[in-house]
């Protein structure tokens, strides 16, 4: 029999929850581009917040419920969500070094996300490809397999960052670099096998969630962490030596990113208006405002990397989006939490 306790908001808390900290935070960055500080040291704050209350939170559903943890983390269509705590922790210290210079942190959270990438990627991975018994290709595959991606750029983003700090150090580099060019080779094979199904397999309305835009979201932060490798490049002969390669790979995933935009809004229509799926809260939206935020921020910096002036309008286009999109998730995330608690009987 399940036990009552299995329904409360730990045992149940969402695998992806973190794409929250993921979106507030890059939102932040983006702010802190165009120089609107105070708004990025609130959104920063706010980020670091959920961040904290979510790892508490996580803490204890692994303490309390380990079965139904472990159920979600070896489930071949949600054990990759729990990639956005690393891509969550990558984007604070990106953050805590661009808006408050704090470098300190940045160091933690690079080392900590390092650490994460390993204990949750590795089991997830392994789960789906030993498993005896598996499900059809489109029960198993979202949006969510796009976090392999975005959790490993994430390292590469953060740790080009920490390399323009640091100067030539040979460990940095290597985990930077190779997490740069593993995160592509992600890519190609989680879009190989997303297109085919998209394509060539009848979808339903429920199964192109918010996730789906990770697909945009994964080739921006391979954008960010490119443009971040190119500004380091002065100060590292490595990475000068693979300046063509960088600066043709960050143009092409910026091309990439672009190109899904449409796609995305398109689906987004045809899910909520032809099929008129309602649109409520839920907590993979966040995983819709992160692309959007990431896309503008990837967008400013490969501006400074590359040069190309004439695309100086798309950040300051796209920041103004993602505050649109990012206050009605907040305010829906308020609205829910806020009807939870009046539901919640009395003692």
Request: glycine letters at 8%.
């Amino acid at each position: 029999m399940t036990s009552r306790n299995e329904h409360s908001p730990i045992a149940t808390l969402f695998p992806g929850y973190f794409a929250l900290v993921m979106a507030t935070g890059i939102i932040a960055i983006a702010a802190a581009q165009q120089r609107m500080t105070a708004l990025a040291k609130v959104l920063f704050v706010v980020a670091l917040v959920g961040f904290v209350v979510l790892a508490v939170m996580t803490i204890a559903r692994l303490v309390l419920f380990p079965r139904l943890l472990m159920a979600d983390l070896t489930r071949h269509s949600t054990g990759f969500s729990f990639l956005t705590a690393v891509a969550a922790i990558n984007v604070l210290g990106s953050g805590a070094a661009v808006i408050y210079q704090w470098w300190g942190l940045a160091w933690v959270c690079g080392a900590i996300g390092i650490a994460l990438w390993v204990v949750l990627l590795y089991p997830a991975l392994f789960s789906v490809i030993i498993r005896e018994e598996k499900p059809p290709l489109g029960d198993g595959i979202n949006g969510t397999w796009f976090l392999l991606t975005v959790s490993t750029e994430s390292i590469a983003v953060l740790g080009a960052l920490l390399l323009t700090r640091t100067g030539p150090n040979q460990g940095l580099e290597l985990i930077t670099l190779g997490a740069f060019t593993l995160g592509i080779v992600l890519y190609l094979t989680v879009m190989t096998l997303l297109f085919f199904r998209w394509t060539f397999q009848p979808l339903k309305p429920a199964e192109l969630q918010p996730p789906s835009w990770i697909a945009a979201g994964a080739v921006a932060i391979t954008v960010l962490a490119g443009s971040n490798l190119l500004v380091a490049h002065t100060i590292d002969p490595r990475i000068d030596r693979l300046g063509p390669f960088l600066e043709g790979t960050v143009l092409m995933a910026w091309a990439t990113a672009t190109f899904w935009i449409p796609v995305m809004i398109a689906i987004g229509v045809w899910r909520h208006v032809v099929r008129r799926v309602r649109l409520e809260y839920h907590p993979a939206y966040w995983a819709l405002v992160f692309p959007i935020g990431m896309y503008g921020a990837a967008t400013f910096r490969m501006i400074a990397a590359t040069g190309l002036t004439s695309l100086d309008p798309w950040p300051k286009v796209t920041l103004v989006v993602a505050l649109i999109v990012w206050t009605l998730t907040f305010v829906g995330l308020v609205v829910t939490l806020t009807s939870a608690v009046r539901r919640t009987p009395k003692p």
